[in-house]
């Protein structure tokens, strides 16, 4: 049994059995899997998730597993039970725990607490690393390499975790990196240097939106929750969207990632586009997370 | 009139903690225990508060007798006392003398800075991992400088 609660713990052999076991979780989707048959999974929600939550369901369940769901509006944590209460109850329950909670470093405080293993659904602004995962995979999978790839991550990047775990990760597969963000909303300079410390990472910034040259473009929705004014974070919204006009510039075989929601950052015109490739990343959510629940409850890649 | 504190034969003296420092060093220390364990020390403790100091302007000491610290326990204070020296006594002399430096560990020393870490709602204080750029929350993973952590 093991914990994924950040990018940080797991090593490249390690994400790379992941994804190989991901590749044939994919291709195994629809044959019936008895691999955990009986075994509980409970997914704690203290937060709003629509695809996290759901694909973490539907891939417990095809491995075999039953599901308690658990929802944050509905439950004693509103009456002010810690969160080390909630965990002891549930590990008491379930053979896994899938968690998403508001606070930062909630996945590895529940997993001290935890017998069974935690996998992080996210915590606050932190770590999601089964995102991360999925979009190294959705890649490969376009790409069938990430090393040498130029990657371009567009947006918010000061308040998107997904953006932060991603940097990390492409800086460990050797990917060049281009980061477009509006002024005020750049990336964390402490992940750059780490990820450039720890990788040799080449990392380049730009407050410009121009996708030549990108083979990847990653784009992450500007966080309007996060704003205290909804009208000035509409408008930075709009000067960072990806328009048809500004697709002309762009590779013919580029593609275009979100990991949604996505709002207006890309309009709806552009999900005809060959770019397009955000729904299919999508897809990759389910037998990703199959990989990694398995990898928990086993306590390795097989 | 000069204040005196008598040389001690044996034990620990912790010279140049930051003035006013001294007590929260005693705590760090586990020096002064509060629950009716203090019966059970031994050894008597000097803390001089603010004096003058030709390094410092103003520093704290602290003297330990009979009792020899070593400098994985005293690398604790380098939080709140980064220039600390480690002074081990010995028949009157000054056996050993080490200043203290982060341990690769603090564990329940600080509380984390940022508001939204589950430390801050769900434990006293947090876990930091001494990493060459700064000091990492274990939990919350936001890298910080030593001087940003809460003690």
């Known amino acids: 049994m093991t914990d994924v609660i950040s990018i940080r713990d797991l090593d490249k052999p390690t994400i790379e059995k992941l994804l190989e076991s991901a590749e044939k979780m994919e291709k195994n989707l629809f044959t019936s899997h008895e691999m955990f048959r009986g075994k509980v999974a409970a997914t704690l929600f203290f937060e709003a998730s629509t695809r996290t939550h759901l694909s973490f369901q539907t891939a417990a369940q095809r491995l075999g597993m039953s599901i308690v769901p658990y929802y944050h509006n509905a439950s004693s944590s509103t009456k002010g039970e810690s969160l080390r209460d909630t965990i002891r109850i549930v590990d008491g329950y379930a053979d896994i725990l899938v968690m998403r909670h508001p606070q930062e470093g909630a996945a590895r405080y529940a997993a001290e607490q935890a017998q069974h293993p935690v996998v992080n659904a996210g915590d606050g602004g932190n770590q999601h690393p089964t995102q991360t995962l999925i979009d190294l995979y959705a890649i490969l999978k376009a790409k069938g390499k990430i090393k040498g790839l130029n990657v371009q991550l567009v947006g918010d990047l000061k308040h998107a975790r997904a953006m932060r775990s991603l940097l990390y990760a492409l800086g460990m597969f050797g990917a060049t990196v281009k ?9 964390d300079p402490a992940i750059i240097k ?19 040259g990108s083979d990847v473009v990653y784009v992450c929705r500007i966080q309007k929750e996060r704003f205290a004014d909804p009208y000035a974070a509409s408008k930075l919204a709009a000067s960072f969207r990806i328009s048809p006009e500004l697709l002309k510039n762009a590779k013919s075989d580029m593609i275009l990632m979100h990991p949604l929601p996505k709002i207006d950052e890309i309009p709806p015109e552009v999900d005809n586009s060959p770019h397009a490739y955000y729904f299919q990343q999508a897809r990759c959510g389910v037998p990703v997370r199959m990989a990694v629940l398995a990898y928990c409850m086993k306590g390795k890649v097989d | 009139m000069p204040l005196l504190i008598e040389r001690i034969q ?40 603010n004096v003058p100091s030709h390094h410092m302007g103003r520093k704290d000491i602290l003297k330990i007798e009979g009792r020899e610290l070593q400098p994985a326990e005293v690398n604790k204070i ?48 947090s876990v930091f991992l001494n990493e060459p750029s700064g000091l990492r929350c274990q939990y919350c993973e936001r890298l910080f400088a030593p001087n940003e952590l809460l003690v």
């Open chain 2, 10 to 49: 044996e034990g620990t003296v912790i010279d140049r903690i930051q003035a006013f420092r001294g007590i929260r060093v005693l705590e760090i220390l586990k020096l002064v225990l509060s629950g009716g364990k203090q019966e059970e020390m031994k050894s008597r403790i000097a803390l001089v508060i």
């Open chain 1, 179 to 187: 980061l477009a963000a509006p002024v005020g909303l750049e990336m």
């Open chain 1, 194 to 212: 780490e990820t450039e410390e720890k990788f040799g990472a080449k990392i380049t910034q730009t407050a410009d939106l121009d996708l030549s």
């Open chain 2, 78 to 125: 380098a939080l709140i006392a980064p220039q600390a020296r480690l002074n081990v006594i010995r028949g009157g002399k000054v056996a050993k003398k080490q200043d203290v430096k982060l341990p690769p560990k603090l564990e329940d020393i600080a509380i984390c800075p940022n508001p939204q870490c589950i430390s801050r709602s769900e434990r006293e204080s």
